[in-house]
T-cell receptor
Framework: DAKTTQPPSMDCAEGRAANLPCNHSTISGNEYVYWYRQIHSQGPQYIIHGLKNNETNEMASLIITEDRKSSTLILPHATLRDTAVYYC???????????FGTGTRLLVSP | SAVISQKPSRDICQRGTSLTIQCQVDSQVTMMFWYRQQPGQSLTLIATANQGSEATYESGFVIDKFPISRPNLTFSTLTVSNMSPEDSSIYLC???????????FGQGTRLTVV
């Protein structure tokens, strides 16, 4: 079973920040938080991952709470091409066996 | 990053037949995985393809239905055997390179069984 809980859908206006929440209250000490997205008819695309510190890359920022029981993926300036299903996954590194939950369907509108 | 090529990208097959899906990676990888995505659903892990040994299957998936080969560190195949319409799904190959790196996915094989 997936170890994460996400809202089923969210809307965002183009150009605004999209903040996607994820609860992972049973995360263990050696598990990372990974975010992937799946644009329609494509394979999942890696976005970002982190252990306990906040992370930022060219695609997004990841904010992990101090107790590590939840996190937020931030797309700072959403575009129409960011419309996708976003998956939050907790997993050990070095194993890469990913258990996907139902994800959040993000719709970015003009 | 790893570049993954899956073949075929899509196919329409008759029930009772079998289809073999190929996954080729542009570099040697330790871990390879096969997932299924049923229409409108999330991804479900079928098995881990182990190089030089039998694949490790997840609950609900068996070798007779989904035989997997992994002859080397860059290639794997998944066969969907004795197909029925319920097997209509997208099948995806995934690779994990090494510790502390992300997993990469192929573009998937869209299978329709009629």
């Amino acid at each position: 079973d997936a170890k994460t809980t996400q809202p089923p859908s969210m809307d965002c206006a183009e150009g605004r920040a999209a903040n996607l929440p994820c609860n992972h209250s049973t995360i263990s000490g050696n598990e990372y938080v990974y975010w992937y997205r799946q644009i329609h008819s494509q394979g999942p695309q890696y976005i970002i991952h982190g252990l306990k510190n906040n992370e930022t890359n060219e695609m997004a920022s990841l904010i992990i709470t101090e107790d590590r029981k939840s996190s937020t993926l931030i797309l700072p300036h959403a575009t129409l091409r960011d419309t996708a299903v976003y998956y939050c996954i907790v997993a050990n590194t070095g194993f890469q066996k990913l258990v996907f939950g139902t994800g959040t369907r993000l719709l970015v509108s003009p | 990053s790893a570049v993954i090529s899956q073949k075929p990208s899509r196919d329409i097959c008759q029930r009772g037949t079998s289809l073999t899906i190929q996954c080729q990676v542009d570099s040697q990888v330790t871990m390879m995985f096969w997932y299924r995505q049923q229409p409108g659903q999330s991804l479900t892990l079928i098995a881990t393809a182990n190089q030089g040994s039998e694949a490790t299957y997840e609950s609900g998936f068996v070798i007779d239905k989904f035989p997997i080969s992994r002859p080397n560190l860059t290639f794997s195949t998944l066969t969907v055997s004795n197909m029925s319409p319920e097997d209509s799904s997208i099948y995806l190959c995934s690779v994990g390179a090494n510790k502390n790196t992300e997993a990469f996915f192929g573009q998937g094989t869209r299978l329709t069984v009629v």
